[in-house]
């Protein structure tokens, strides 16, 4: 199935995307997770809405980016289907929520959306579940 194709790559450019998916998914973790506590608190929602959603469903959009989506890339597991949302919420995170803001405050997300797109071009590696998948 192509949505589980993974590209055929030397064991060093493997190991590279491991490393890539693992940091780029459980570095979001940390984003992600204080936000999904959010909402579980008695306290009221305050958080953007940039898309005009409403603040809870932005946070509810943006929790399923950075938690689910990031496990997903952790896994290997649907990686450029799960890559997709986590792009959108970066682009979002810099152009506009951040958009009046120096680039010192743009700039994390700039990273993380570069690792994000390369990793939608290279596809996660041998080391994930899409290539466990992709061998049957």
């Known amino acids: 199935m ?4 993974v590209g055929k790559h030397d064991s060093k450019i493997n190991l590279a995307l491991l ?9 979001m973790l940390s984003h992600g997770l204080p ?15 940039p898309l005009g959603v409403g603040t809870e469903f932005s946070l509810i959009l943006t929790i399923f980016a950075e ?13 450029r289907a799960a890559l ?12 506009i929520i951040h958009i ?6 743009k700039e994390l997300g700039i990273i993380y959306l570069t690792l994000y797109v390369a990793l939608l071009i290279s596809g ?9 998948i992709q061998r049957k």
């Open 2 to 5: 192509k949505i589980f194709y």
């Open 19 to 27: 490393i890539f998916r693992l940091l780029a998914g459980g570095l």
């Open 84 to 95: 997709i949302p986590l792009i959108v919420t970066m682009l979002v995170a810099v152009f």
């Open 100 to 105: 009046d803001h120096d680039f010192g405050k």
């Open 67 to 79: 938690v689910v989506c990031s496990l997903l890339l952790v896994l290997g597991l649907w990686t």
């Open 124 to 132: 996660p590696g041998k080391y994930s579940l899409d290539y466990q």
């Open 35 to 49: 936000k999904m506590m959010k909402l579980f608190s008695s306290e009221p929602i305050q958080f953007a809405d």
